[in-house]
Antibody, heavy 122, light 108 residues
Framework: VQLVESGGGLVKPGGSLRLSCAAS????????MSWVRQAPGKGLEWVST????????YYADSVKGRFTISRDTSKNTLYLQMNSLRAEDMALYYC????????????????WGQGTRVTVSS | EIVMTQSPATLSVSPGERATLSCRAS??????LAWYQQKPGQAPRLLIY???TRATGIPARFSGRGSGTEFTLTISSLQSEDFAVYFC??????????FGQGTKLEIK
């Protein structure tokens, strides 16, 4: 299993970024996928989850209405569109794979990518 | 939201000794709890899921116990590579996941 994030960078407050996570080594469409972030020197914060089919999406209150999670099964890629970025969104963003291929339920994360850094600053 | 509280924030232990880390949930999470290890500059690594099941490739010196609101992670004989930050993670109210703030395990 390999998860490789990209798309991070420096953006001004109010700006947008789209993160990508290229997945390989497993049947991508069978597993829910999530984004988890970690601010510098801080703990882990769940951001968003999408079901294996892509039909169900969930967001933390802190990003609801600003971030959109999606997936492209043909490309084995997970995305996070981030709009109206704020200073408090600055973090290392990890994509993570669900531990079990169970439709309609969500589990622990058995694999994580190395992360992509988002910096929000004027 | 289920709040996960880990203690202590920092634990100083000598190599070869036992370390016990605690995680408490603000409401019952059943056995839907995982532990991760994170080393500087690295992604978290799954150690334990379902409160007590070791993930693939995790050495037997790592063990997890508990259910409901009280959980522990024990490392029976610390090796140099075990000094890291450990996070607990509840997935009972999934996918509205929450994590503990972490326990830093440092060399005494």
């Amino acid at each position: 299993v390999q998860l490789v994030e990209s798309g991070g960078g420096l953006v001004k407050p109010g700006g947008s970024l789209r993160l990508s996570c290229a997945a390989s080594g497993f049947t991508f469409s069978s597993y829910a996928m999530s984004w988890v972030r970690q601010a510098p020197g801080k703990g882990l914060e769940w951001v968003s989850t999408i079901s294996g089919s892509g039909d169900s999406v969930y967001y933390a209150d802190s990003v609801k209405g600003r971030f959109t999670i999606s997936r492209d099964t043909s490309k084995n890629t997970l995305y996070l569109q981030m709009n109206s970025l704020r200073a408090e969104d600055m973090a290392l963003y990890y994509c993570a794979k669900d531990g079990l291929p169970v439709v309609g339920d969500y589990w622990y994360f058995d694999y994580w990518g190395q992360g992509t850094r988002v910096t929000v600053s004027s | 939201e289920i709040v996960m509280t880990q203690s202590p924030a920092t634990l100083s232990v000598s190599p070869g000794e036992r370390a016990t880390l605690s995680c408490r949930a603000s409401q019952s999470v059943g056995s839907n709890l995982a532990w991760y290890q994170q080393k500087p500059g690295q992604a978290p690594r799954l150690l334990i899921y379902a409160a007590s099941t070791r993930a693939t490739g995790i050495p037997a010196r790592f063990s997890g116990r508990g259910s409901g609101t009280e959980f522990t992670l024990t490392i029976s004989s610390l090796q140099s590579e075990d000094f890291a930050v450990y996070f607990c993670h509840q997935y009972n109210k999934s996918p509205f996941y929450t994590f503990g703030q972490g326990t830093k395990l440092e060399i005494k």
